[in-house]
């Protein structure tokens, strides 16, 4: 499986942008595809998670009400739409895939796979 994240940039505080992750496999059945993020000397942050099949999904708390993740099965593709951003939302942002249990999905050791990462850059 591979995995291609696309959509970085830079953008004002309130602005918003759009990433992509294109996923290059003959099924993401039965997978679960991840945001994550990562700042400077920070670790990888859990952002938010879609599964698949179901189209189930959650957020961090930082991103609840302001980003929202979705799916594409016809192009394969899981879409993560940022808006409100903020200053504190720079960093490398990536995608990648899980065959984790529900619970574990916040957790990027869950992860199987990660594409290359876009940066978001967030200015005040």
């Known amino acids: 499986v591979q995995l291609q994240a696309s959509g970085g940039g830079l953008v004002q505080a309130g602005g918003s942008l759009r990433l992509s992750c294109a996923v290059s496999?003959?099924?993401?059945?039965?997978?679960?595809i991840g945001w994550f993020r990562q700042a400077p000397g920070k670790e990888r942050e859990f952002v938010a998670v879609?599964?698949?099949?179901?189209?189930?999904?959650y957020y961090s708390d930082s991103a609840k009400g302001r980003f929202t993740v979705s799916r594409d099965k016809a192009e394969n593709t899981v879409t993560l739409q940022m808006d409100s951003l903020k200053t504190e939302d720079t960093a490398v942002y990536y995608c990648?895939?899980?065959?984790?249990?529900?619970?574990?999905?916040?957790?990027?050791?869950?992860?199987?796979?990660w594409g290359q990462g876009t940066l978001v850059t967030v200015s005040s």
């Open positions: 990648g895939i899980s065959r984790g249990a529900w619970s574990t999905l916040h957790d990027s050791r869950m992860y199987l796979d």
């Open positions: 496999a003959r099924s993401a059945s039965g997978y679960a």
């Open positions: 879609i599964r698949w099949n179901s189209g189930n999904l």
